[in-house]
């Protein structure tokens, strides 16, 4: 099992950031669980006490509208958000930072203090006069304004191109002092850097990546002439650690290391300003064998930060939208918190049943700790 489970790890691809998690392709069903004993849907009113007595803060979660049910909804639960930004200039509602933030902080105003913002930069402006200087003036009027955290994206690395149709990577010199001022203001940097390997290796029908790349081949990187290998983005990435050992770093999604849980480990030995939050990658954790997942988690249980990558945008029909992140909370917390069996979009996976110690830390504590400001009356 656990060899098919790795072969396995190597082709799914739960991309997440600007995919709905519930468009995901569904993937090769290798489930061992029957069906009828999985446990899904909504929490029951004694799952719901334990979990909104966790505190839960989810650091990673894309908001853009202002909803009174939405945010009933995150009163109910209990949950605390970190609404992230950035900029994709292939999606047109998300395609300028202004806008994006204008979103994000009408939201934010309208939670009572149940989400705070992750601001980010426009990479696209990367070639005109005074970029850094200006994208410095731009996060440090968001701190002033209350966000907590700058985030960077895939662009960097995997779209961005410099004056001579070299890809731009994350460690770019023009990139370097924004870093610095992160730093400097105590502030946490958000790097979700690089794509799952499946966008590097040769189309295969039976990935469940294939559609996506089918559907957004400006991801596609293995037809790309000359790309960035995966491997040159993520040590472009831990040339920041290396360079900014004040600068708390969180990877997103287990940091794009998710294909191999001893690489991961390596890192988080290696830079002790380095985080990793689990948004769009559980299914990854449930493919590893139960024990190895427990012993993960159990090793580096300071390190891991619970998110989701949920989304919530003015296209969104409200009812289906708000089940399903209901659910996937559900879902998400059964597995760490329970034996249920759960199922991630066709990959189920027995619950780790962790002792609550461990889950006050990847629920709340971890974040409090490396996202100062998160929660309210936290600094
Ligand atoms: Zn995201």
Not at 193 to 210: C, E, F, L, Q
Not at 229 to 248: F, G, M, T, W, Y
Not at 263 to 287: C, E, F, G, I
Not at 347 to 364: E, F, N, Q
Request: overall charge negative; proline content about 7%; aromatic content about 10%.
């Amino acid at each position: 099992m656990k060899a098919l489970a790795l072969s396995f790890m190597m082709l799914t691809g739960v991309v997440g950031c600007h995919m709905h998690s519930n468009q995901t392709a569904a993937p090769v069903a290798l489930s061992t669980a029957n069906a009828s004993s999985v446990v899904s849907g909504n929490f029951s009113p004694q799952e719901l006490r334990a979990f909104a007595a966790l505190q839960p803060i989810d650091t990673h979660a894309h908001v853009r509208r202002v909803d009174p049910q939405f945010n009933a909804m995150l009163d109910k639960l209990n949950v605390h958000l970190l609404d992230i930004i950035l900029v994709d200039d292939q999606n047109p509602e998300e395609n300028d930072l202004h806008v994006e933030r204008n979103g994000a902080l009408n939201f934010i105003r309208s939670s009572s203090g149940r989400a705070v913002l992750c601001t980010s930069i426009d990479p696209f402006r990367m070639r005109k006069p005074g970029f850094t200087a200006s994208a410095i003036t731009g996060i440090n009027r968001d701190f002033d304004h209350g966000a907590i955290a700058v985030k960077i994206w895939k662009n960097l690395g995997m779209e961005v191109k410099d004056a001579a149709g070299n890809y731009v990577l994350p460690d770019d010199p023009a990139l370097m002092p924004i870093y610095k001022d992160i730093a400097a203001h105590n502030k946490t940097l958000v790097a979700h850097v690089a794509d799952p390997d499946s966008s590097w290796a040769p189309p295969n029908p039976a990935s469940p990546d294939y559609s996506y790349y089918n559907e957004n081949p400006i991801w596609f990187m293995y037809n790309k002439p000359h790309p960035a290998s995966k491997e040159q983005i993520l040590r472009a990435r831990d040339h920041i650690l290396e360079q900014n050992p004040n600068l708390r770093v969180v990877g997103a999604h287990l940091g794009s290391m998710e294909a191999d849980f001893h690489v991961l480990a390596q890192h988080l030995d290696r830079y002790p300003n380095l985080a990793v939050d689990l948004a769009a990658r559980m299914p990854y954790l449930a493919l590893l064998p139960r024990t190895d997942a427990i012993a993960f988690i159990t090793k580096y249980q300071d390190r891991l930060i619970y998110g989701t990558d949920l989304e919530f945008h003015a296209r969104d029909k409200v009812e289906a939208r708000m089940r399903y992140w209901e659910n996937s909370y559900a879902r998400d917390w059964r597995f760490f918190a329970t034996n249920d069996t759960v199922d991630f979009d066709g990959i189920t996976g027995k619950g780790l049943a962790l002792p609550d110690s461990v889950l006050r830390k990847i629920y709340h504590d971890n974040a409090v700790h490396w996202f100062p400001g998160i929660f309210p009356g936290s600094h």
